[in-house]
């Protein structure tokens, strides 16, 4: 079964961190772009940082320099470490895996950050 599954969100202050985790299985994970994905309320979903198999990196310029995005093929989980959050980093994060035209989804991990 083709599964993503998030871990580690929660409610953290301004300024402070957490981790996502993200889980594969049914997938060659070795052979997939992941990605972390957010949406805030009522904005569209967007794209905070993506990973080649690689190593090699993306991120939205809102995040460069507070987070980074790592992944661990042995392991088949890829994560996003967060710091210095903000409020505005307030959303739900989805885990994405693409290869050629295959795509799968994650179910979300809700990150509220707020004093």
């Known amino acids: 079964q083709v599964q993503l599954v998030e871990s580690g969100g929660g409610l953290v202050q301004p300024g402070g961190s957490l981790r996502l985790s993200c889980a594969a299985s049914?997938?060659?994970?070795?052979?997939?772009?992941m990605g972390w994905y957010r949406q805030a309320p009522g904005k569209e979903r967007e794209l905070v940082a993506d990973?080649?198999?690689?190593?090699?990196?993306n991120y939205a310029d809102s995040v460069k320099g507070r987070f980074a995005i790592s992944r661990d093929n042995a392991k088949r989980t890829v994560y996003l470490q967060m710091n210095s959050l903000e409020p505005e980093d307030t959303a739900v994060y989805y885990c994405?895996?693409?290869?050629?035209?295959?795509?799968?989804w994650g179910r979300g991990s809700l990150v509220t950050v707020s004093s």
């Open positions: 994405n895996g693409k290869t050629g035209d295959f795509e799968v």
């Open positions: 049914g997938i060659i994970f070795r052979l997939y772009v």
């Open positions: 990973i080649a198999s690689g190593g090699s990196t």
